[in-house]
């Protein structure tokens, strides 16, 4: 009855820019921490940020940090990841993922996961 989508994800050149969205439905948003993971071919999960229910909080791989910004609008039941200055290595599936946890290491505490959506950096 959770339900994670995933947009916004594209192609583009290094340097450029794209804006996530997870757009959540089925449960109480405001209640849940929502982590942005991402997964390249033949590669592992890797968690990229999280920020906190009310938005207070926020974290930062630091492959990432500097150049990606999480954000959230509770009234829109919406989670936003600015990805800013991309690199080819960025390319990857970007997921979004809810928990009752406040942005645990890891993904084991996140129960509920989005589709994905394609992130391509290529020149």
């Known amino acids: 009855q959770l339900h994670l989508v995933e947009s916004g994800g594209g192609l583009v050149q290094p340097g450029g820019s794209l804006r996530l969205s997870c757009a959540a439905s089925g449960f109480t948003f405001d209640s849940y921490a929502i982590g942005w993971f991402r997964q390249a071919p033949g590669k592992e999960r890797e968690g990229v940020s999280c920020i906190s229910s009310s938005g207070g909080s926020t974290i930062y791989a630091d492959s990432v940090k500097g150049r990606f910004t999480i954000s959230r609008d509770n009234a829109k039941n919406t989670v936003y990841l600015q990805m800013n200055s991309l690199k080819p290595e960025d390319t990857a599936v970007y997921y979004c993922?809810?928990?009752?946890?406040?942005?645990?290491?890891?993904?084991?505490?996140?129960?509920?996961w989005g589709q994905g959506t394609q992130v391509t950096v290529s020149s």
């Open positions: 993922a809810a928990t009752l946890v406040r942005c645990p290491p890891g993904a084991t505490d996140f129960g509920s």
